[in-house]
């Protein structure tokens, strides 16, 4: 049994977390985040930190405890520092370009790709077989991330298609002669 609830939350200075029925708001340098949270569980907010607390122990209270403490700990870091994903484009002929805001991928289709970027977050593409993304939410860092590497995910074969930064990707062996 996970006890992540019953960990406290450290709100770093410069960071403010404001709870009003339930919304929970937190500012910082980088940014604000909104979120609703449930009421089922009790959150106690004081100088620089945030402590969570269930009434029992039913799987679905225990699950959201978890779960609150979870979300509201990245809220936090995500407005102090900020989350980042790089994605790499293997493959021959494989590359990438940022146009204002959107993002074209040449990955061993017909036509290009053309990807709308959200406007909360900050895509730089340094070369043209990297894409770097980074924001304040780490949900959407990350929805954007698996989106762009769902257009052609690694194949097992020769290894091609779109990976995260460090994702490794076991190659199989192809069929043999007689």
Excluded: C, W
Aim: charged content about 30%.
């Amino acid at each position: 049994m996970s006890r992540i609830g019953y960990k406290t939350v450290n709100v770093p200075e410069g960071v403010e977390v404001k709870r009003d029925g339930d919304q929970v708001t937190v500012k910082g340098p980088k940014g604000e985040l909104t979120r609703t949270f449930s009421n089922v569980i009790s959150m106690k907010i004081s100088d620089g930190a945030v402590d969570f607390d269930r009434p029992d122990n039913n799987n679905k209270t225990r699950a959201l405890h978890g779960t609150m403490r979870a979300n509201l700990n990245n809220m936090v870091e995500g407005v102090a520092k900020g989350f980042a994903k790089t994605l790499k484009l293997v493959g021959v002929g494989y590359r990438v370009q940022a146009k204002g805001k959107t993002l074209v991928l040449s990955v061993g289709y017909s036509n290009p790709v053309e990807m709308a970027i959200p406007e909360t977050l900050d895509v730089k593409v340094p070369d043209n077989t990297t894409i770097n993304i980074s924001g304040i939410s780490k949900q959407e860092v990350g929805d954007f991330a698996a989106e762009i590497r769902a257009v052609r995910s690694p194949e097992p074969y020769k290894g091609k298609g779109i990976r995260y930064e460090n994702e490794y990707v076991r190659i199989r062996e192809g069929k043999t002669g007689k």
